[in-house]
């Protein structure tokens, strides 16, 4: 079963590619894997997530050079079932917080304002109505902790969304290490 297809329209390919690498730049630190992804026809919304998370996942092998290529495969991939399904202003705050913090350390980065704007320009990637998934159950509060997770990857901390509207599917994850 494939979630990738043709190309989405919002933004642009080369516009969408250039957010990814500001994100990148802004946060310092760690890795991430930020893609956008068409959506094949006739899934549903919790189909398409598991999907993304099956093994291997859309997102498997383009982690950091350095790591193996099952690194975001955990020994038990999760399913969405493991996962919190939030709103859009919950996915803001959970890329806010993961654009200006490490994950291990909790050490401040990107200025609060300008994650913000990254963070929106994340969601606004994705059409109305968009359901959205983190791991973490704390993030996803006001103010946003880092709390207990459900791990995709192998790394010792990670985090992120998975969007899906009726067209694409993004995902935007961070992994640190200590």
């Known amino acids: ?16 590619a250039e957010l990814a690498r500001t994100a990148a730049r802004e946060r310092r630190w760690g890795d991430h894997a930020i893609h956008r992804l068409a959506r094949a026809p006739g899934l549903s919304d919790t189909a398409v997530v598991d999907a993304v998370l099956a093994d291997p996942p859309p997102v498997a092998g383009r982690a950091h050079p350095d790591w193996p290529a099952d690194f975001l495969t ?27 913090h490490d994950l291990a350390y909790s050490v401040a980065a990107a200025p609060p304002d300008r994650a913000g704007e990254l963070a929106a320009a994340f969601i606004s990637t994705l059409r109305t109505p968009t359901r959205w998934w983190t ?15 459900t791990p995709l990857t192998r790394a010792t901390f990670d985090s992120g ?12 994850w961070f992994m640190d290490e200590d």
């Open 135 to 149: 791991n973490n159950d704390g993030l996803s509060r006001t103010p946003p902790r880092l709390t207990g997770w």
């Open 1 to 16: 079963m494939s979630v990738v297809g043709g190309r989405s329209e919002r933004p642009g390919a080369w516009a969408f």
């Open 161 to 172: 969304v998975i969007g899906v509207d009726d067209r694409s599917v993004l995902i935007v």
């Open 74 to 100: 955990p020994p038990d991939a999760p399913t969405i079932d493991q996962l919190e399904e939030i709103d859009a202003e919950a996915a803001r705050r959970v890329l806010g917080y993961l654009l200006t």
